[in-house]
């Protein structure tokens, strides 16, 4: 069954930038979307149709991709990012069914 | 205002049914497919299915076709998912969300814990 893979979690200082990755074999084909979820609350989402943000999203977060590979960019990482990210696409043009990656965990130390 | 609120925790037993509800307000509740998500306790998110109020067109996870139904009423603007045997598996934070096209969501409500426990 198709998966989609993210590196399990990221430490970094404030200011730095954070890079999380959602590998899939799919993504060239379909979009990616990225959510935050921090502590204890309902996930926000961050990131559309692989690089477009949702009005009220700060500039510092941002999407790419390339191949199968989807990356959201945290810019000058703060403390109040510390949360899990969690990207979510579909397995092909057909499926009637998405899902989500199993989330990064970004910690700022 | 764009707003999903959803019903409040439920402990049920096992065997048992449930139907948790999730109302949309500042929107029209036809225009937006709204979906289900599940999150075990200390866990990621799980997509489990999604339905159109309009029409009631629903597309479902593999991994949770069979095992719950998601329905809405439109004429209360309401989307609704629903067990019909609860298992202690089941034991989770149900997330309901909205968006205009089916692959992604745009707004999420509050979340609705079920404890499933004997």
């Known amino acids: 069954s198709y998966e989609l893979t993210q590196s399990p979690s990221v430490s970094l200082f404030p200011g730095e930038t954070a890079r999380i990755s959602c590998s899939g074999d799919a993504l060239p084909i379909q979009f990616a979307f990225w959510y935050q979820q921090k502590a204890g609350r309902a996930p926000v989402l961050l990131i559309y149709k692989d690089t477009e943000r949702p009005s009220g999203v700060p500039e510092r977060f941002s999407g790419s991709i390339s191949g199968t590979t989807a990356t959201l960019t945290i810019s000058g990482v703060r403390a109040e990012d510390e949360a899990d990210y969690y990207c979510q696409s579909s397995p092909d043009s057909t499926s009637r069914f998405y899902l989500f990656g199993p989330g990064t965990k970004v910690t700022v130390l | 205002e764009f707003q999903l609120v959803q019903s409040g925790t439920e402990v049920k037993k096992p065997g048992e049914s449930l139907k948790i509800s999730c109302k949309g307000s500042g929107y029209t509740f036809t225009k937006y497919w709204i979906g289900w998500v599940r999150q075990r306790p200390g866990k990621g998110l799980e997509w489990m299915g999604i339905?159109?109020?309009?029409?009631?067109?629903?597309r479902y996870s593999p991994s949770f076709q069979g095992q719950v139904t998601v329905s809405a009423d439109k004429s209360i603007n309401t989307a609704f998912l629903q067990w019909s045997t609860l298992k202690a598996s089941d034991t989770a934070i149900y997330y309901c969300?909205?968006?205009?096209?089916?692959?992604?969501?745009?707004?999420w409500g509050q979340g609705t814990l079920v404890t499933v426990s004997s």
């Open positions: 969300a909205s968006g205009e096209y089916p692959n992604w969501f745009e707004s």
């Open positions: 339905v159109h109020p309009s029409d009631s067109d629903s």
